[in-house]
């Protein structure tokens, strides 16, 4: 006698039953940690689309200024390059996909750009666009304390990258008669070596400048410590570094030198306070910090310098994701500094300065590279 495989239906309610309860359950089971992981993911979530949706419309601006005033193509080319790897980074997508420069010219007067008017003016529209990346620069800056750490150090990064844009983009405009406009100028004025730091400025004995050199201490403890005993550590051999610059670098950028020696001084009182805050003993500067390379001369000496700043940059990313609160907005604060010093003994700047492992893939028309 055949046997009938049917379900009956009884049995087919009682398995719905059953499958709903189990849901139930599982959905009630979930642990706080769980609960507090989704709304982690959420949040960062939320917190990198919008900052997505700001890069877009800064890429449109880029694109409407470059149809606007072609003659500017060149200098906001490797800016829009840097706005599109940062819109993709976020995990956005462009606006236009046209360079800068390349679309239809805009008629007289106006063109629009992202709702804004773009002015006629070159100078004009060179300013809006900074005030639209200095804009987006200080929101990103204030999202990323409440961030979860990983996006709190890409947003910190993207967001030195603006403080960067917003320099190249108000260095003053060439006289009509140079061929291309540069992206910046090289710092100038007057100075003097850094008093009582006059280093041989051979590559040598000594700690390593590196910032990641030095491990932390033992006892260091876990949380933030680390990284801020890390940021000190870079901040030593920052200030010893500037003594270097300030004895090589030619006469017109001492000056520049003696003003980032004594920034990055202070920064390291800030962090030897932080130190103790946290319950522990700052580090001693060690006597001695060997160079990456030799110092002989003033053009070694501004790669010293942007080599120092772009290391500084990166201990303060890592404390960005490691640090909560002040601690973090200061870091990320300390970045941008970073950034800027470095795009100006450079002369180009990464798109994400701090971040090593993005910037070095970094394509040749990177932030003013010519």
């Known amino acids: 006698m055949p046997i009938d495989s049917r379900p009956r239906r009884r049995s087919l309610l009682a398995g719905g039953v059953t499958g709903a309860a189990a849901l139930l359950l599982t959905g009630c089971s979930d642990s706080p940690r769980d609960a507090a992981a989704r709304e982690r993911a959420s949040r960062a979530g939320r917190l990198l689309r919008r900052a997505a949706r700001d890069s877009a419309r800064l ?74 990346e200095r804009a987006v620069a200080d929101a990103r800056t204030r999202a990323l304390v409440d961030a979860p750490p990983e996006p709190a150090r890409l947003l910190a990064s993207v967001a030195a990258a603006g403080a960067v844009h917003v320099y190249l983009l108000t260095a003053p405009l060439p006289h009509p008669a140079e061929e291309e406009p540069p992206v910046r100028r090289p710092g100038s004025g007057p100075g003097r070596t850094p008093s009582g730091r006059s280093p041989s400025g051979q590559a040598g004995d000594g700690k390593d400048v590196s910032p990641g050199a030095a491990p932390a201490p033992a006892g260091s403890g876990g949380g933030a410590l680390p990284a801020v005993r890390a940021a000190l550590a870079a901040e030593h051999a920052a200030v010893y570094g500037y003594g270097v610059v300030g004895g090589r670098a030619d006469e017109d950028r001492r000056a520049e030198a003696r003003q980032a020696y004594d920034a990055h001084r202070a920064r390291r009182e800030v962090l030897r306070r932080a130190v103790r805050k946290l319950g522990g003993v700052p580090e001693p500067a060690a006597a001695a910090y060997a160079l990456p390379f030799e110092v002989p001369d003033g053009a070694a000496a501004v790669r010293l310098a942007a080599e120092l700043e772009e290391r500084v940059a990166a201990v303060y990313a890592d404390l960005v994701r490691a640090g909560t609160g002040g ?44």
């Open 59 to 132: 890429l449109d601006r880029y694109d409407r200024t470059g149809a606007a005033h072609p003659a500017l193509a060149g200098r906001l080319e490797p800016l829009r390059s840097d706005v599109a790897r940062q819109l993709a980074a976020l995990g956005g997508t462009g606006s236009t996909g046209t360079p800068a420069g390349t679309g239809t010219p805009a008629d007289p007067g106006t063109a629009r750009a992202g709702g804004t008017d773009v002015p006629a003016g070159a100078e004009a529209a060179l300013k809006a666009l900074a005030d639209a």
């Open 327 to 370: 601690l973090r907005r200061d870091a990320a604060g300390a970045l941008r500094e970073a950034a800027v010093r470095a795009v100006r003994w450079r002369g180009t700047g990464v798109p994400f300065p701090g971040l090593p492992e993005r910037s070095a893939q970094a394509p040749p028309g990177s932030s003013g590279d010519r």
